[in-house]
């Protein structure tokens, strides 16, 4: 049996042997090369607060993206073959005699894993590292399509972790350069295309009062959306990309500016697809965002440093 990262309870990780629902006529097997770990979405789980509309109940298989190799084809399956590389983003389940019930909350963590292939896109070429980057794209992709695309418009993006970088980034592509930030730490504003970074919002001056149409939280941190409200023109837009613990917002402190709060979308397989094209023919350049690789076979030491250590960007862990 393929062994998995298991959140068996509050604050645990452990390594377990777990058994593959049954291939289904639509389903791939796939053999794991690497996965990552989403700091935002793994110390909410990790913490016993769900990031889906599943219930949430220990023990968890988390993990967002995985590439690997197809071992095995359903029998209705006929775009892919065994053979291919592929990138997916959520897997159909897991059993195991130990554990009655186990959530698999997106469920990429594993040596092994039966998928939909609803959610799954191949890749152009045999794998690199940055391809596990296609999911984080997706998302930028997906949240792009519902701000507006006029290249004159001023952004201010809150938050350089692997989100705001990679919007950042897509935003450039997309011929929006008008774009500063706000960012504790100096190597995540190194490798960001933004113009003006600022260690703290605060830093930014008076004459930045009322200068930004558009307002990007992808810190994860909310109330820096009131922070950032005398930045923000009157009835600007402010675009939340982060996983929030607690929605807490004192309304009365953004009344004045009277803002549009946009809501991310979640990405389609479209959005995948074309993240795939983009890294794949290298029209977006990700591969300085890869700051680490490390072995699942050691789950507590590689999310120690995935979600903890600040120099991290993303994380490969490998299989």
């Given at each position: 049996?393929?062994?998995?990262?298991?959140?068996p309870?509050?604050?645990?990780?452990?390594?377990?042997?777990?058994?593959?629902?049954?291939?289904g006529?639509?389903?791939?097997?796939?053999r794991?090369?690497?996965?990552s770990?989403?700091?935002?979405?793994?110390r909410?789980?990790l913490?016993?607060?769900?990031?889906?509309?599943?219930?949430?109940r220990f023990?968890?298989?988390t993990?967002s993206?995985?590439?690997?190799e197809?071992?095995?084809?359903?029998?209705?399956?006929?775009?892919?073959?065994?053979?291919?590389?592929?990138f997916?983003w959520k897997?159909e389940?897991?059993?195991?005699s130990?554990?009655?019930?186990?959530?698999?909350?997106?469920?990429?963590?594993?040596?092994?894993?039966?998928?939909?292939?609803?959610?799954?896109?191949?890749?152009?070429?045999?794998p690199?590292?940055?391809?596990?980057l296609i999911?984080?794209?997706?998302?930028?992709?997906?949240a792009?399509?519902?701000?507006?695309h006029?290249?004159?418009?001023?952004?201010?993006?809150?938050?350089l972790?692997?989100?705001?970088l990679?919007?950042?980034d897509?935003?450039?592509?997309?011929?929006?350069?008008?774009?500063?930030?706000a960012?504790k730490?100096?190597?995540?504003?190194?490798?960001?295309?933004?113009?003006?970074?600022?260690?703290?919002?605060?830093?930014f001056?008076?004459?930045?009062f009322g200068?930004?149409?558009?307002?990007?939280?992808?810190?994860?941190r909310?109330?820096?959306?009131?922070?950032?409200?005398?930045?923000?023109?009157t009835?600007?837009?402010v675009l939340?990309?982060?996983?929030y613990?607690i929605?807490?917002?004192?309304?009365?402190?953004?009344q004045?500016k009277?803002p549009s709060?946009i809501?991310?979308?979640?990405?389609s397989?479209h959005?995948?697809e074309?993240?795939?094209?983009?890294?794949?023919?290298g029209?977006?350049?990700?591969?300085r965002?890869?700051?680490?690789?490390?072995?699942?076979?050691?789950?507590?030491?590689?999310?120690?440093?995935?979600?903890?250590?600040h120099?991290?960007?993303k994380?490969?862990?490998?299989?």
């Open positions: 049996m393929p062994k998995a990262i298991l959140y309870k509050l604050s645990r990780i452990i390594l377990e042997e777990l058994e593959l629902v049954p291939l006529k639509n389903h791939i097997r796939v794991t090369i690497a996965t770990a989403a700091p935002g979405v793994e909410l789980l913490t016993g607060k769900s990031i889906t509309r599943k219930e949430f023990p968890v298989v993990g993206e995985l590439i690997g197809i071992i095995e084809c359903g029998e209705d399956v006929n775009e892919f073959q065994n053979g291919d590389y592929v997916l897997t389940g897991y059993k195991n130990k554990f009655p019930v186990i959530t698999p909350i997106f469920g990429c963590q594993c040596a092994e894993v039966i998928a939909s292939t609803q959610n799954v896109v191949k890749l152009l070429r045999t690199k590292p940055e391809d596990i999911g984080l794209l997706a998302f930028a992709i997906s792009s399509e519902i701000i507006p006029t290249a004159e418009q001023e952004i201010l993006i809150l938050g972790g692997s989100v705001g990679m919007m950042t897509y935003l450039n592509h997309l011929n929006l350069k008008k774009i500063d930030a960012e730490f100096i190597n995540r504003g190194s490798l960001s295309k933004a113009r003006q970074i600022a260690l703290d919002l605060t830093d001056p008076e004459s930045y200068k930004y149409d558009l307002i990007i939280e992808a810190s994860g909310l109330l820096l959306v009131e922070e950032s409200m005398k930045y923000l023109k009835r600007g837009k939340l990309l982060g996983n613990d929605m807490k917002l004192d309304y009365r402190l953004m004045e009277e709060l809501l991310t979308h979640i990405p397989k959005h995948y074309l993240a795939s094209t983009l890294i794949g023919e029209i977006i350049s990700v591969e965002f890869m700051t680490s690789v490390l072995s699942a076979y050691d789950p507590e030491n590689s999310l120690e440093i995935a979600l903890n250590r120099t991290e960007i994380t490969l862990i490998t299989w």
